[in-house]
């Protein structure tokens, strides 16, 4: 498609999914390039949206400095500092789904069996293999760190407070993301659309 294709069909799903919502809807902005993307395409459809800054405490000042420059932001914030996180959690390493994988490994329940024999062997419960959920030999390492490893930091520190803000509003969320930022993410969209 071309790009003036892709904006009008981008506007056509904001306003689907605004009516689907019967106006009840937020855009998660972080000031990233792609939550500002999508702030200025569903302000061009709906100029009232409200737009909900997840203030860590880790973002860059001029990336705050960013989000104020913008009208109809409100900012919410984590219960929890990133060093609690850290402290009781794990570190954020390598990706979220690395993360994932040598939390797993360093934390064998029963619950979590198929998963670690997964990551370690790569091999699925139908007994077919996979790469793409197998731990690089590279990462092995980690599994026996002296510090925990966690992909929990995100869910605490931005993705609660804004789950905190839906509850209290009842509103959804329009979330500015890339198929391209990941290969599952591509996959999947490319299976159901966004």
Known sequence: LTLEQKIELS??????????????????????KDSTVLLDLVRQVFP????????T??????????VKSFENVIT????????TVIKEYGYPVISKKTARMISDLQNPTEANHNSRKLYLTGE??????????????????LIDAPFKVSNKCCDIMKKEPLKKYEKKTG??????????????????YLKTGC
């Open 76 to 83: 919410v914030r984590p219960e929890k500092s990133f060093k």
């Open 124 to 141: 699925k419960q139908d007994g077919t293999q996979t790469k793409s959920f197998k731990l690089a030999k590279k990462w092995h390492k």
């Open 11 to 32: 506007k056509g799903i904001i306003k689907e999914f605004y009516e689907q919502q019967e106006g009840k809807v937020y855009i998660s902005f972080s000031g990233g």
């Open 48 to 55: 009232n949206v409200e737009a909900v800054f997840s203030d």
């Open 57 to 66: 405490g880790l973002e860059y000042p001029e990336i705050k400095e960013f």
């Open 171 to 188: 509103n959804k969320p329009f979330i500015g993301t890339m198929a391209s930022d990941s290969m599952q993410r591509e996959s999947s």
